[in-house]
C-alpha cells in the first residue's frame, strides 16, 4: 500500500477535527474502545496526534467488559507495549439484556445506552471533559437511511454532541465520522492493530444490513455515492426544501 493511502484516514479525521472544531487545548479525551477497528484506529489515531501535533490535548481509552467479547489479551498487550492507558470497566450486563429481549426491550438499544452511560461517569470521575466514539462514514449514511426508512425522518449522526445529564461529562465528539471503512480497514491491518472479535448475536442488526446493502449496491452503480451524499449534505439548498 502506498504512504499516502496509510495516511488518508489520518488527512479525512483531521479535517473533521478542524471543520467541526471537535478537538481544542488542554482537553482530557476518553476515547470508548470496543476492541473493534474503528474505535481501535482512532484510539491509535487520537494517540499519535496528541503526541506529533500543535493540538495539545491528552488521550486515553476505556473498555466496557460487557461480557460479550473474546478475549482481551491482545488489546491489553498492545496498551502496554504502545505505553498507552487503556482502563477496564468490568460489568457483565449483555447476557442479562439478551434474556430481555424476550420480553420487548431492544437489546442494542439498552446496550448502547448503558456503555454510554459508564463511559460518561468514568469521564467524570476521571476529570475527563471529552469522550471520542468511533462512528464512521458508513455509520453515518446507514443511520440517516435507517432513520428515513423506520421514522420518515432526516437525521445522521452529529459530530459533536453537548449532553446535559446527571452522568457528567456531555460532549461527545466522532473524529472519525467522514472516514469511509475501506481507509479504515486498510489502516488497521497496515498498522497490525489489535482486533478483538464480538460475541454479541445482534451485533449483525437486520435493520442496519438492509440500510448497509442498499449503500452498497447505489455504491456498484454509482461508484463514489457515498462521498457524494456527504458533499450534498455540506450544500444543502433549504430554499428547495419542504
Ligand atoms: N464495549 C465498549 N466499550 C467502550 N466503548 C465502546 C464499546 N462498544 C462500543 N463502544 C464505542 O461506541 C462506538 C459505537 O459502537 P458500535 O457498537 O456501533 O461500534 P462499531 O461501529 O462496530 O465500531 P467498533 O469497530 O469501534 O466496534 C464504538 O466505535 C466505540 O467508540
Redesign the pocket.
Known amino acids: 500500500m502506498q504512504r499516502w493511502e496509510q495516511m488518508l484516514y489520518m488527512k479525512q479525521m483531521r479535517r473533521t477535527i478542524d471543520a467541526y472544531h471537535l478537538i481544542e487545548p488542554g482537553d482530557r479525551i476518553l ?10 484506529l ?1 484510539f491509535h489515531a487520537l494517540s499519535e496526534l496528541s503526541r506529533f501535533s500543535g493540538y495539545h490535548f491528552e488521550v486515553a481509552a ?5 461480557g460479550m ?1 473474546e478475549s482481551l489479551d491482545s488489546l491489553i498487550q498492545y496498551g502496554q507495549k504502545a505505553e498507552r492507558q487503556i482502563y477496564l470497566h468490568q460489568e457483565a450486563f449483555a447476557n442479562r439484556l439478551q434474556a430481555s429481549e424476550a420480553d420487548g426491550f431492544s437489546a442494542c438499544y439498552t446496550c ?1 445506552r448503558m ?1 454510554k452511560g459508564i ?1 460518561k461517569r468514568f469521564a467524570k470521575a476521571n476529570a475527563f471533559n471529552k469522550i ?5 462514514r458508513d ?1 453515518f449514511l446507514e443511520t440517516m437511511l435507517m432513520n428515513v426508512m423506520q421514522h420518515g425522518r432526516l437525521a445522521g449522526i452529529p459530530p459533536i454532541t453537548r449532553e446535559k445529564s446527571s452522568e457528567g461529562a456531555g460532549v461527545i465528539i466522532r473524529p472519525l465520522l467522514l472516514v469511509d471503512e475501506k481507509s479504515i480497514t486498510k489502516a488497521v491491518e497496515t498498522l497490525k492493530l489489535p482486533i478483538i472479535k ?1 460475541t454479541c448475536p445482534y451485533s449483525a442488526e437486520k435493520a442496519r444490513k438492509t440500510a448497509d446493502d442498499l449503500i452498497g449496491k447505489l455504491e456498484a452503480v454509482l461508484p463514489g455515492f457515498s462521498e457524494q451524499w456527504i458533499t450534498a449534505l455540506q450544500n444543502m439548498d433549504t430554499t428547495r426544501l419542504l
Open positions: 476515547v470508548g474502545l470496543s476492541g473493534g477497528k474503528d474505535s481501535g482512532l476505556l473498555t466496557v467488559v460487557h467479547t448502547a456503555r463511559l471520542a466514539l468511533g462512528h464512521t455509520d464480538s
